[in-house]
C-alpha cells in the first residue's frame, strides 16, 4: 500500500487547502498567479447517490407490500416528528423514472438503492408477491438502460412486521438469509453489487436498546445484546446465500457506520490509539465480522450479559467480503492516554460547530481516518463511502432555487480529505452521495433534509439544489475544485 512521507504529506495538505480556499482559476490569473491544483480522482472511480426504500418510495400498501416495522412506528403517535410517516414519501414507487432522470442529469455512473423486504415477501416468509419484485425489476431495467449500475442493498432497516419477535428471534437472521438469497439470484442476472445490511446499530441498539427507532423498544443489556447477534448474524447468513444463488463474479459487502475515530494530532501515539478505538469501540459489530469472533474486551465489558453464540455462528458472521461499504458523517476525536484503554474520547465542547442536524458535527477529516483505520486494521479488498451527506435548512427561494452553501461546503471538504485516502493508496474504489433527493428521515420525518435536489413534499416536484450543480460539475471533471 503506497504511504506518503512527511514532503509529500506536506504538499498534499498544501494542496488541499489551495482547492479548499482558492477562487477560480480565472481569478487566479488576472491577478498574475497561477491556477490552483485540482483534486483528479483515478480514472474509473464511481460516482454516485445513495436512497433507502422506506424513504423514497411510498406506496405503502401499493401491489401487495406488506406493513414493515417503520409503517407501524410512523403510525404510532409520538414516535415521528409531527407523525409524519413514509406512507407516501417522495412516491419514488410510481416517479422512479423521474428519479431515475435526476440520476442521469448528474452523470453519475451508480446508484445504491435497497430493497423493501416486506414488498418481496409481505410476511417476511413465502409466499412472494410478484408485483413487489416485479417493481424492482422495472427499477434496476431503468437504471441500466440509462448507464447506470444499480448497487442494491437487501435491508435499510424495514423489516417485516409479521416476523414473530424481529430481530429478538434468532429465525429472523434465517429468514433474511432466505430472502437475501431469493432476491440475489433474481437480480444477479443484471446487478453485480449486493450489500446485505446496512447499520447495524441503529436496526439494532436504536430500536431495541433505546427505542428511538422501530419497533421503539427498550430491553435489558442481555436481551440488546442478542439482538446485536442475531443482526450480525442475519449479515454473515445473508452473504453465503448471495454466494450461492448468484455467479462468482458477483461482488457482495455491507454498508456500515462504524465509529470513525480521528486523534487530535497525527502524531504516532494519537493515530495509534484512534485505531485502537475503532477495533475495541467497534467490537459487537464490524470488529466482529471483519475477525470471527467477539474481543477480549468486549466480552469483558457485557459480562454475563454477553450474547449467546451457537456453533456456526461466528464462521457465518466471518464470511469473507468484496468490499466494505463506510457510511462517514462525523468524527470522534480521541487521544492517547495512560489508562488501562490506552486512550480516550475527547468530548465536544458546547461551542463545536455541527450541521442543521445537531448530531452531524463538522469535521471533513473525518472520511479520510475512517478509511485509513479500517483499511490498517483489516485490509478490506476494497471500500465504498456508501454515505456521505448533510442536512440543511434548505429554503427554496421565489425564483424557484436553493442556495444550499453549507451542504457544499461540506461536501467540498470531504471529498478533499477523501481524495487524500485515495492518494495514499487506500482501495477506495466509488462515493455515494447522501442523499439523491429530500426524503422522510426517519424519526426526524421531513424536518430534515439531506438530498441535493428539493422535494415538495406537498406537490412532489423535485428541484436540483446548487449542490446537485457543483456534484455535477465534481462528476463531469472527476475532481474537486
Known sequence: MKKMNRRQFGKSVAAAAATAYAGTAMQHLAFGQPEPMALRYPKGFLWGCATAAYQVEGGAQADGRGPSV???????????????????????????????????????????????????????TTPLNPKGLDYYNRVIDELLANNITPYVTLFHWDLPQALPGGWRNRD?????????????????????????????????DLGYRYGQFAPGLRLGDAEANQVRHHGIL?????????????????????????????????????????????????????????????????????????????PGDMEAIASPLDFVGLNIYTPTYVRADDSAKGYAVEPNPSSYPHM????????????????????????????????????????????GRVEDVDRVMYLRNHLTHLHRAVD??????????????????????????????????????????????????????NRVE
Open 70 to 124: 417503520w409503517d407501524t412506528f410512523s403510525h404510532t403517535p409520538g414516535k415521528t416528528y409531527h407523525g409524519e410517516t413514509g406512507d407516501v414519501a417522495d412516491d419514488s414507487y410510481h416517479l422512479y423514472k423521474e428519479d431515475i432522470g435526476l440520476l442521469k442529469a448528474l452523470g453519475v455512473s451508480t446508484y445504491r438503492m435497497s430493497i423493501s423486504w416486506s414488498r418481496v415477501f409481505p410476511s417476511g
Open 172 to 204: 429472523t437472521s434465517k429468514a433474511f438469509s432466505d430472502y437475501a438469497g431469493f432476491v440475489a439470484k433474481k437480480l444477479s442476472d443484471r446487478v453485480q453489487h449486493f450489500m446485505t445490511t446496512n447499520e447495524f446499530v441503529c436496526f439494532t
Open 234 to 310: 442475519a449479515h454473515g447468513l445473508g452473504v453465503q446465500a448471495i454466494r450461492a444463488n448468484t455467479p462468482k463474479e458477483t461482488q457482495v459487502g455491507l454498508a456500515e457506520n462504524a465509529v470513525v475515530y480521528v486523534p487530535v494530532m497525527e502524531t504516532k501515539e494519537h493515530i495509534e490509539a484512534a485505531e485502537k478505538a475503532t477495533r475495541e469501540d467497534n467490537a459487537p459489530f464490524l470488529t466482529a465480522l471483519m475477525e470471527g469472533k467477539y474481543i477480549e474486551s468486549y466480552l469483558q465489558q457485557v459480562g454475563a450479559n454477553a450474547p449467546k453464540v451457537e
Open 356 to 399: 442543521y442536524s445537531p448530531w452531524l458535527t463538522l469535521g471533513p477529516e473525518c472520511i479520510y481516518w475512517g478509511v485509513r483505520n479500517v483499511c490498517d486494521l483489516w485490509k478490506p479488498k476494497g471500500i465504498y463511502i456508501t454515505e456521505n451527506g448533510t442536512s440543511s435548512d434548505d429554503v427554496l427561494s421565489p425564483e
Open 424 to 477: 495514499e493508496g487506500y482501495p477506495v474504489k466509488g462515493y455515494f452521495l447522501w442523499s439523491l433527493m429530500d426524503n422522510f428521515e426517519w424519526a426526524d420525518g421531513y424536518s430534515k433534509r439531506f438530498g441535493i435536489h428539493y422535494v415538495d413534499f406537498k406537490t412532489l416536484k423535485r428541484t436540483p439544489k446548487l449542490s446537485a450543480e457543483w456534484y455535477r460539475n465534481v462528476i463531469a471533471q
